[in-house]
Nanobody, 116 residues
Framework: QVQLVESGGGLVQPGGSLRLSCAAS?????MGWFRQAPGKQRELVAL???????NYADSVKGRFTISRDNAKNTVYLQMNSLEPEDTAVYYC?????????????WGQGTQVTVSS
């Protein structure tokens, strides 16, 4: 059973920074972050492939940076210049090819609150 364990959420003031981490129990082809604010659908924040290619939501470009350590099966999300609109539960997402089928895995979520 693959597990994704997140850490690093919390309360931060507008303009502040947080770093999220997510460790997977197995290797992943793609890892990333989604978020869900109250009353809204879950949305993509950023993805990164095992080769280092990245994709960001327009709303976080220039403020958030995704990276990964393949040896540790860990993905990071450095969040700078945080805004109240970034408040959400952040979910780690991992994707792995298992016997030719792409499997999706999710972490339990970590709360990020941006407020003064």
């Amino acid at each position: 059973q693959v597990q994704l364990v997140e850490s690093g959420g919390g309360l931060v003031q507008p303009g502040g920074s947080l770093r999220l981490s997510c460790a997977a129990s197995g290797s992943m082809n793609v890892m990333g972050w989604f978020r869900q604010a109250p009353g809204k659908q879950r949305e993509l924040v950023a993805l990164i492939t095992s080769g280092g290619s990245t994709n960001y939501a327009d709303s976080v470009k220039g403020r958030f940076t995704i990276s990964r350590d393949n040896a540790k099966n860990t993905v990071y999300l450095q969040m700078n210049s945080l805004e109240p609109e970034d408040t959400a539960v952040y979910y780690c997402n991992g994707r792995a090819l298992v016997r030719g089928v792409l499997q999706f895995y999710w972490g339990q979520g970590t709360q990020v609150t941006v407020s003064s």
